[in-house]
């Protein structure tokens, strides 16, 4: 395709229009609307990965937009009433289906790419880690915008009808969001009987992907590699409609998505854990002595060491041989309402959890200690606020020697709450011989490692559940 020619189509065709549409629409809800694509370590503007994902996940509503878009170019010829005299030319019908898909592809594939410049423009500005790993989560994405704007196109001149364009995009809209919320979901129980659901292999035929929920994680190369033959497929099916000119060859049309969509569920995972996984480049560890966190949170170590250490000094001197000997960031990522599991000789914590978020220096180690003391039982992905709290505000204050509020950013009703249900314990706590205040806190300390009992209730001298 020439310039003169690609000039001449982007004039009078929808494909600029519906660049527009594409990045306007995706910057307004990044930016508009408020959710947890805006907080925390794994915000769109904080990481690549994230980013990139995040930037994917718009895609329940981006694409349907574009395959709608693509049907309403597809009827151009069909509405011009020029159907028969460009079938009368000399020039090959595929050149034409070429061009006008090339045209519409260059436009949603720029426009894209600005979405994600936006994102990296931030993103350079927020961490220092930088890896090109996040590269083929974003391609896949321009390629499904492509892959649906040509299909809408040769389903419009296979159906050239004005309700086409709306029923396709409305029907892609619908299955982009039963991919996310049931037929792309397989209902499970955790090991504590808890009711939750994880993506299937279906799923992973939507070109949108789940909400992020940790930085560390992206997505396997085998969901790369199917996602792509799937596209592909489709883009080739959309193409062959656009140069069908009867219904046999209509129908054969139809043979590479079908042949795509098998070959695609054979190579895409099964299993959710290698759907998602963990990036273990990301992940790596880099230390400061015994307080070490993930490479993306590398330029957070230096605020992080002195607290840490002086955490592990302090729960040294009130545990013993009992306290851990290092404070590590949480690597792991464990499926969503799983149970967490603590060791006693690292202190694990997540820069996103409450208690560390927002807390520096002194209170930083106050939060550490907390930590280290009752790390905290809620399933994974779940947030609560309870005897977990109360008992981490007494084991700190113990530590310590003063009781305050965890963490010190709580609300002034919670704040209430903490102290009212927490004071009384404290007073009991210390109104105790030095060695029964010791057998409670090992024993709080032991159901909160254990995630077996209520630790609270030990501190406080009562029975774990």
């Known amino acids: ?12 065709s929808v494909a600029p229009w519906a660049g527009a549409a594409v990045l306007a629409t995706a910057l307004a809800f990044l930016y508009l609307i408020s ?102 989560i974003s391609l896949v994405g321009a390629l499904s915008l492509v892959a649906g704007a040509v299909l809408g196109m040769g389903a419009a001149r296979a159906l050239p009808s004005v309700l086409v364009p709306p029923a396709l995009a409305m029907g892609a809209f619908v299955f982009t969001v039963l991919m996310q919320m049931s037929l792309g979901r397989t209902e499970t129980t955790t090991a504590t009987g808890l009711p939750s659901t994880e993506p299937n292999r279906v799923s992973l035929l939507s070109p949108a992907v789940q909400d992020v929920r940790d930085a560390l994680v992206t997505l396997s190369a085998s969901v790369h590699v199917g996602q792509t033959i799937w596209l592909l497929a489709m883009t080739a099916t959309g193409f062959a409609l656009m140069v069908a000119a009867t219904l046999r060859a209509r129908l054969i049309a139809l043979t590479p998505v ?35 966190v993930t490479k993306t949170q590398q330029a957070r170590l230096a605020d992080l060491a002195g607290p840490g250490k002086e955490a592990l000094r302090l729960l040294h001197d009130a545990l013993g041989g009992q306290a851990p000997v290092s404070v590590r960031e949480n690597a792991t990522v464990r499926p969503e309402g799983s149970t967490p599991q603590w060791s006693r000789e690292t202190l694990l914590f997540d820069f996103d959890d409450d208690l560390i978020a927002a807390e520096r220096g002194d209170g930083l180690t106050r939060a550490l200690i907390a930590k280290g003391m009752v790390p905290g039982c809620s399933p994974v992905g779940w947030s609560s606020f309870g005897t977990d709290e109360f008992a981490q505000t007494v084991a700190a204050a ?7 509020p965890l963490p010190a950013t709580l609300p002034a009703g919670l704040r209430r709450e903490v102290d009212a249900e927490t004071r009384p ?41």
Not at 264 to 284: G, H, W
Not at 398 to 404: A, F, H, P, R
């Open 35 to 136: 959710g947890s694509w805006w907080t925390g370590t794994n915000a769109w503007t904080a990481q690549w990965t994230s980013m990139a994902l995040w930037t994917r996940s718009v895609l329940f509503y981006l694409w349907p937009l574009a395959v709608g878009l693509g049907a309403l170019q597809g009827l151009r010829d069909h509405r011009s009433k020029m159907s028969e005299l460009l079938t009368s030319t000399s020039r090959p019908a595929r050149h034409r289906a070429a061009t006008l898909a090339g045209t519409m592809a260059i436009t949603l594939t720029s426009a894209f790419a600005l979405l994600v410049l936006v994102g990296a423009v931030q993103v350079v500005a927020n961490t220092g880690y930088t890896h090109l790993r996040w590269l083929p």
């Open 398 to 404: 113990w530590v310590l020697g003063d009781l305050e």
């Open 1 to 12: 395709m020439n310039m003169r020619v690609l000039h001449i189509e982007l004039k009078r």
């Open 425 to 465: 314990v404290w007073k009991e706590l210390k109104a105790l011989p030095p060695a029964e205040q010791l057998s409670r806190i090992a024993a709080m300390h032991a159901a909160a490692l254990s995630c077996k009992g209520d630790a609270f209730d030990a501190l406080k001298g009562g029975a774990s559940r």
């Open 258 to 292: 079908l042949a795509g969509a098998v070959i695609a569920l054979l190579v895409l995972p099964s299993d959710p854990r290698r759907m998602y996984v963990v990036d273990e480049a990301a992940a790596e560890l880099v230390c400061d002595g015994p307080v070490c």
